[in-house]
């Protein structure tokens, strides 16, 4: 499993336009002047925070507890046996007790990783369809893109943190002449959410479909991983709203996202359409059964 240059290139680019972002709305905050300086500091505390603890945050925020080989023997072989392939130290296993058929990655670098399945996905998939959902895990891991949404879903939520507490961040020096400091506060506010949400689309998007051709390469077998999405999107639709809402802030980091389809929510999905990703798998399938051209 090699790293992809289109997907470096891109992480590159996000973090550097995302950086370039945040330098205006930073230079707009200290404009603005009351309370910047205390919520600069509540900002830097909460993006080490978030770095430093996001496997843990993500972990308690579905109730997944961390499993020994002891306790999920199947699932640990399994994983092992992918990293070997894929040249990565083993990461830590995690089960989330929902039914939402789903599976994530996180942590800051391959050593710190952790791959969590939710019990929904273990009674669901035959286990050639979980290796390659695993699979497809590992691939984030390989690629280090964990990180790069990590921050950039903490960059949109710091700007929509501001953007909703903008008349206490901004307010003051300029309400004598009519024209509120926190109005400028706001407006910038929300077209660096608006930008930082597109970028992390975009990214997230490419991102999976890199995932995807990973773990075929990895395990060989692209349709085990087709059949395993096919099963995950049409799962989603038995799977109660109350679940699927109390699961829905790691759809940026899931499989499949946990909700309803729809055309609307399919506009401003972080996962490009299952059709998109099985398309991509027919055609590596396809090229893994081609026959190599004897050499004379």
Do not use: W
């Amino acid at each position: 499993m090699s790293r992809d240059l289109g997907l470096q290139v891109r992480m590159l680019l996000t973090m550097f336009l995302l950086g370039a972002l945040y330098v205006v709305l930073v230079a707009v905050l200290l404009a603005a002047g009351t309370g910047t300086a205390t919520m600069l500091l509540v900002v830097a505390g909460l993006a080490l925070a978030q770095l430093t603890l996001s496997d843990r945050l993500a972990l308690r925020a579905i109730g997944a507890r961390e499993v020994s080989p002891a306790e999920a023997p199947g699932l640990h072989a399994m994983v092992e046996r992918l990293c070997v392939q894929a040249d990565l130290p083993k990461p830590r296993l995690a089960i989330a007790p929902t039914t939402v058929p789903n599976a994530f990655a996180m942590g800051r670098s391959p050593r710190s990783a952790v791959v969590c399945a939710t019990t929904g996905i273990l009674d669901l998939l035959e286990p050639h369809e979980l290796e390659g959902v695993m699979a497809h895990e590992l691939a984030h891991v390989k690629h280090r893109d964990v990180i790069i949404m990590t921050v950039a879903s903490f960059f949109a939520s710091i700007a929509a943190m501001v953007l909703q507490f903008g008349v206490l961040f901004g307010g003051g020096r300029d309400r004598d002449n009519g024209q509120p400091a926190f109005v400028v506060v706001l407006l910038v506010s929300a077209v660096v959410y608006a930008v930082s949400f597109v970028l992390m689309l975009a990214l997230s998007r490419y991102r999976e479909l890199v995932a995807d051709r990973g773990a075929a390469m990895v395990t060989g077998r692209p349709s085990a991983l087709a059949s395993a999405l096919v099963k995950l999107s049409e799962g989603m639709d038995r799977v109660p709203q109350s679940d699927l809402r109390a699961a829905g802030e790691l759809n940026a980091f899931f499989i499949v996202p946990a909700r309803a389809k729809g055309t609307l929510r399919s506009l401003f999905s972080t996962h490009p359409p299952v059709e998109r990703r099985l398309a991509a798998l027919a055609r590596l399938e396809a090229d893994l059964q081609r026959p190599v051209p004897a050499r004379t």
